[in-house]
C-alpha cells in the first residue's frame, strides 16, 4: 500500500521580525459574470428601497405622534378660547339687547303699562280704584294713556297716579287692590344677565364639541 505524499503548508503571508507583513501574495481578480452582476445590482437596489421605505414610515409614524400630542395640548386651550369667545358673545348680546330695549322704551313708554293692564284686565275690572307709582317724569306721560287704556277696558273705578322719585327710568307698579304688577327693565336686565351668566358658568368648557365626533 503506498501512502500519499504530504504537501507542506505554505504561508503565502511572511511577516518580519518586527510583525509587519514582509511579503503578501497577489490576489487573484475574480470576473463576475454580467447575469451575475445583474443580479447583484438589482438585490442591493431592492434592499435599499426597502431600507428606504421603512425609513420613510418610521418618519411619517414619528411625524403623526408628535401632530397627535400637539393637537392634544391645543384642544383644551382652544376650549378655552371657544368659551371665552361665548362669554363675550353673550355680553354684547346683552349690551345691543338693552340698548334697544332702552330705545323702544323711550319711544313707546306707555307699552309696558298698556300690555300689563290688557293682560289683567279681569282681574282689575271689578276693582274700586287702581293706583299707579312711577317716575315722576314717567307718572306724567302714563297719566292721560292709563285713563284711556282703563275706560277702554271697562274699568269704572277711580284713577290714582303716585309719582315716586325711588323709581327708575320707565319702571312702575300697577297696584289694583287684590294683587299688584310690577315693571322694571334694569331690574329685568340683571336678571337675564344673572341667568345667563349662571347657564354660562355650569357649561363651563363642557360645550358642545369644537370637532364633530370628538366626544367618542
Do not use: W
Amino acid at each position: 500500500m503506498m501512502s500519499e505524499a504530504f504537501q507542506k503548508f505554505a504561508f503565502d503571508t511572511e511577516f518580519d521580525s518586527k510583525g509587519s507583513v514582509a511579503h503578501a501574495p497577489v490576489r487573484p481578480k475574480r470576473l463576475f459574470p454580467a447575469e451575475e452582476v445583474e443580479q447583484i445590482r438589482a438585490a442591493a437596489y431592492a434592499e435599499g428601497e426597502r431600507a428606504a421605505m421603512a425609513s420613510i414610515a418610521a418618519q411619517q409614524a414619528a411625524a403623526l405622534s408628535q401632530i397627535a400630542a400637539a393637537c392634544g395640548q391645543a384642544l383644551p386651550r382652544l376650549a378655552q378660547v371657544a368659551h371665552e369667545h361665548r362669554q363675550g358673545s353673550a355680553a354684547l348680546a346683552l349690551a345691543c339687547g338693552r340698548a334697544i330695549a332702552d330705545a323702544a322704551l323711550d319711544r313707546f313708554p306707555q307699552a309696558p303699562l298698556q300690555a300689563a293692564m290688557e293682560s289683567l284686565a279681569r282681574e282689575i275690572d271689578a276693582q274700586p280704584r287702581l293706583v299707579l307709582s312711577a317716575d315722576p317724569t314717567l307718572a306724567d306721560a302714563l297719566k292721560g294713556i292709563l285713563e284711556d287704556t282703563a275706560r277702554g277696558l271697562g274699568f269704572e273705578g277711580a284713577i290714582v297716579i303716585k309719582p315716586d322719585g325711588a323709581f327708575g327710568p320707565n319702571a312702575f307698579t300697577l297696584d289694583f287692590g287684590d294683587g299688584q304688577a310690577a315693571f322694571d327693565p334694569a331690574q329685568a336686565a340683571d336678571r337675564v344677565t344673572q341667568a345667563l351668566v349662571a347657564a354660562l358658568a355650569a357649561e363651563g368648557l363642557h360645550a358642545e364639541p369644537l370637532i364633530p365626533g370628538s366626544e367618542s
